[in-house]
């Protein structure tokens, strides 16, 4: 297009913006209408895209990381022929594609944004897929807004992306002055976000955002910048083209207030076509069938802890499938992701201490179509869960694996204990939650955890515990095994990882009090095997659940969701972690919390009655 023509598609870019949030009654047309001529300008010279084929291996990436502008991306589809008049209409209505931010509903958006901070460090992870996996010439675009460049997480990603080279992402950051509120911190002043992002090694380009050839310019030269990421620093008004909202604070998440005549001095309705570049041809390297891993194995009674089996047992998914991916926040050896590091270099990515960055490449690479393991301590996990919370929003399948779980990792203290992962990871929507207890187990759910959809979470002891089942049991997702039952049983002891060791010991001890008791190892806790509790209940009558993680939101919750359906519910007693744990051994720790066998026999039998002097 000719820079007369890129102008009238940014004025069509934005009357769509706002024809779309005035029929919607709610909306943010004036940050849309401030980046148009940016997206016009990139979608009509830069942009390589086959919207017929959104999977084309060789596509670029547009991530709208500023997911409130949705109505510019809706408008930026309706110019390339992707929906139509009628469709862009139905923006924010029931039962529409073209929600109030956007999400993969939508086959051309990869994932969901709006959480402002996360598209960058999201981007990081497709640009490294491109660079490392695909090694294909095809560029990540993230569109961001000034006020999302306050989040710790851009910054975590900035830093990422100029360690990794990643010269096929471009940052275009629309500096329009203006937040929700008010005007952001640096306003209109192009150098000081520049100084930041010249000192982290990215190149920088600073541009009038309303000048279409020095926009046509800035996206020319990252395109010719190697071996850096490129910024390129936009400055523009909000509610640019309509004089009664333009740059004016106040008007931030709201339809105009004359749609009509906003329109008419946007120059009307329009109706151009943009013929998107083609991508270039071209298939990423040639991935092996999948094959059935060959598990580790382990035997019964050797003491091995579940975060060695997890190290050992992804090796070996990795070696059976070539889209396994791992990553890991700079714990490796803690972790065990070390072991499919050194057999698997090309697919391991260290994200460092970056916890942030290290889900969101995660959803990165899941986006690109490989199957990503990423692994840190449990407790540490906590710090990202609003991007797990948004990689469910992106219908996202990235496996999460959380070691040094509970109070057993002993001496190290709180600071370093995971004990609120669980309720954390099965309150996110649609996720899988597993929590092993043996070896054999752990190997078992590592490689199921690769054929599940959504979020899911598996959750690994520090500590060496002894192995229980053999290497041929089988775990299905949504399973549980009784590991003691009696006739006449008096309670069932319900625990998951390193306290269904501990319930076993318990059991022994009450047999030989007269006191039988069922022990179920839950190791699903989400879903939980609904069958077995119920079974158990109905035969015993009473539960206690035991478990290495705060009362709230983990093991006990989960058992006691299966009698919230208005039947008669068993008697039921929790133990759980209520005390705020300091440096001790393991064992200490765990009578210290109330959850060792002692504690869980002394349990049983108040629950049965039989106090013992």
Known sequence: ???EELTELAQQLRADAVRASDAAGSGHPTSSMSAADIAAVLLAHHLRYDFDRPDHPSNDRLVLSKGHASPLLYALYRAAGAIDEDELLTYRTLGSRLEGHPTPRLPWVDVATGSLGQGLPVAVGMALAGQRLDRLPYRVYVLSGDSEMAEGSVWEAVEHAAYNHLDNLTLVVDVNRLGQRGPTRHEHDLDAYARRLHAFGWHVVEVDGHDVRAVDAAFAEARSTTRQPTAILARTHKGRGVEAVED????????LPDAGTAIAELGGVRNIRVRVQAPPDGEPPAVPRDTEPELPRFDTGDEVATRTAYGHALEAVGSARGRVVALDAEVSDSTRTEFFAKAHPDRYFECYIAEQQLVAAAVGLA???????ASTFAAFLTRAHDFIRMAAVSRAG???VGSHAGVAIGPDGPSQMG?????????VHGSTVLYPCDANQTARLVAAMADLDGIRYLRTTRGDLPVLYGPDEEFPVGGSKVLRRHDGDKVTIVAAGVTVHEALKAADVLERDGIPVRVVDLYSVKPVDADTL???AAQTGCLLTVEDHHPEGGLGDAVAEVFSDGRPAPRMARLAVRNMPTSASPQEQLHAAGIDAESIAAAVKLLVERVVA
Do not use: T, W
Not at 248 to 255: S, T, V
Not at 367 to 373: E, F, H, I, L
């Open 534 to 536: 119920n079974e158990a």
């Open 248 to 255: 004016r604070e106040g008007l931030h998440g709201k339809p």
């Open 367 to 373: 986006a690109r179509g490989y199957v990503p393991y």
């Open 419 to 427: 004990l609120e992962d669980l309720a954390m990871l099965r309150s």
């Open 398 to 400: 990235i496996n999460l």
């Open 1 to 3: 297009m000719e820079l």
